[in-house]
């Protein structure tokens, strides 16, 4: 960015405070994130360092980035501040930066949020920027400004470049906190290498792969697709050869790759791990021997779910789309119907509105969706207004107001993949 990014003069009286933040992809009032407390003190976090580093860190040209030298462009920058802050964006490119968190409506930023930015005539991201609040962003700006604050007020670049928004903190906060994930973090920078490292990583955590091939690696644990990858599984890309590349998904579209040469971290849309080239071949999943989780919680999680979705089963051809909430007649809207539906296992989800159920729960990635998790839709506009539950298999079950009744969808459908918001976790 050379022109139109304009500074403004920090001065001591900036505020640091954050102000309560949202999980948002379309309305910025219908999703919360759980752990608020958190959320608040990393961006707080964030921004101090961001605007620590105005008056120590440098613009550079491509190819002169370093981390050590405190030497940026814009997206490096971003990736720096995020990093010290233990927060893994995992690259410094802003078109792969972008497709990461959720969307939100400029209209509704909060702190912390990610702007981007272009000049581009394929409308690919040049810029990334850090939302700070009062309509300001602090970021490289270009080799004039460098690390500075720019108010975005009555500046045209910041409405005739933009093009999106993205929230990252509080998934990101979420993400990491499976043992199989920390004990990777906590080995990758070990001398074990490739398959050794791999075999440890699981040892540690009660699985004991005994694999002496990459290959063996196949026969082991549960075959899992890649639209179904949790925190922990092990995946497996082919080479030119009879060689698997293993890596460990740490969660929030993020791998660690323990090939021959070094271990690395990468995502899953990095060219050579992305869906169109071609080269995943399969992921496994591991329960392990020494499983600390509690059999019978996980169990009536299950059967609670089990009982759920069955009963939302045996009542679909009576339930009756309506503006009330009419029980005996069986007569909701679709936030109602999964409210009855809950109700009746003993789980009170709030309210009989969309909004007002997702304060519920914790926001669960599309990626790792259980039996019973609750799916939130719009319908053509920017507020949720349909509700479903999610029945495995990337099928749920909801309440429609367009057609009345109570369907079964498919994720993948076309309406699904245009309307789908978050999901949470209840149960």
């Known amino acids: 960015m050379k022109k139109g990014l304009g500074n403004i003069v920090l001065t001591a009286g ?26 608040e003190q990393k961006v707080d976090s964030l921004i101090k360092t ?15 980035v370093d981390y050590q030298e405190l030497k940026f462009r814009c997206a490096s920058f971003i990736d720096y501040v995020f990093g010290q802050n233990g927060l893994e964006l995992h690259n410094a490119d802003e078109k792969q930066m972008i497709k990461q968190g959720i969307h939100v409506d400029r209209k509704d930023l909060q702190k912390g949020d990610l702007l981007f930015f272009t000049t581009r005539k394929d409308g690919l991201p040049n810029h990334v920027a850090m939302y700070i609040g009062d309509n300001k962003v602090v ?10 604050v720019t108010d975005m007020t009555n500046k045209s670049y910041y409405t005739d470049s933009y093009i999106e928004s993205r929230r990252v903190i509080p998934s990101l ?18 001398n074990l290498k490739n398959m050794e490292l791999i075999n440890k990583i699981y040892k540690q955590n009660g699985i004991d792969l005994n694999a002496t091939n990459s290959t063996d690696y196949l026969t082991k644990g549960d075959s899992v697709t890649r639209d179904k990858l949790q925190e922990g599984d092990l995946i497996l890309y082919k080479t030119s050869g009879t060689r698997l590349i293993p890596a460990i998904y740490i969660g929030e579209h993020r791998i660690i790759v323990a090939d021959t ?20 071949v399969t992921a496994r999943r591991f329960i392990s021997t020494e499983d600390k989780s509690d059999p019978i919680a996980v169990d009536e999680k299950s059967t ?21 909430y009419d029980k005996d007649a069986l007569t909701f809207t679709g936030a109602g119907f999964v409210h009855y539906l809950y109700k009746n296992e003993g789980v009170d989800l ?61 994720l993948n459908s076309d309406w699904a993949k245009k309307n789908y918001v978050t999901a949470r976790r209840v149960l």
């Not at 640091?16 to 407390?37: C, E, F, G, R, Y």
């Not at 961001?50 to 002169?64: C, E, F, M, R, S």
């Open 14 to 39: 900036l505020a640091l405070s954050v102000l309560p933040l949202s999980s948002i992809q379309v309305d910025a009032k219908t999703v919360q994130q759980n752990n608020q407390s958190e959320v």
């Open 50 to 64: 961001a605007i620590n580093l105005v008056d120590k860190a440098t613009y550079v040209d491509l190819g002169q």
């Open 139 to 148: 970021h490289a700006a270009n080799k004039e400004l460098g690390i500075t």
């Open 173 to 190: 906060l979420e993400a990491n906190k499976n043992d199989i994930v920390t004990t990777s973090y906590e080995l990758m920078d070990s």
């Open 261 to 280: 040469g070094k271990t690395s971290k990468r995502m899953l849309f990095d060219q050579y791990y992305s869906e169109e080239a071609g080269n995943f």
């Open 304 to 324: 609670k779910a089990d009982k759920i979705i069955d009963y939302a089963l045996s009542v679909a051809d009576k339930a009756k789309f309506g503006y009330a």
């Open 350 to 410: 709030k309210s009989t509105l969309a909004s007002g159920q997702l304060s519920v729960g914790t926001e669960v990635n599309k990626t790792n969706l259980l039996k019973g998790d609750l799916l939130y839709f719009t319908n053509g506009g920017k507020t949720v207004v349909e509700v479903g539950i999610y029945l495995g298999n990337n099928e749920f079950i909801y309440l429609s107001s367009r057609e009345r009744a109570v369907l079964k969808d498919n």
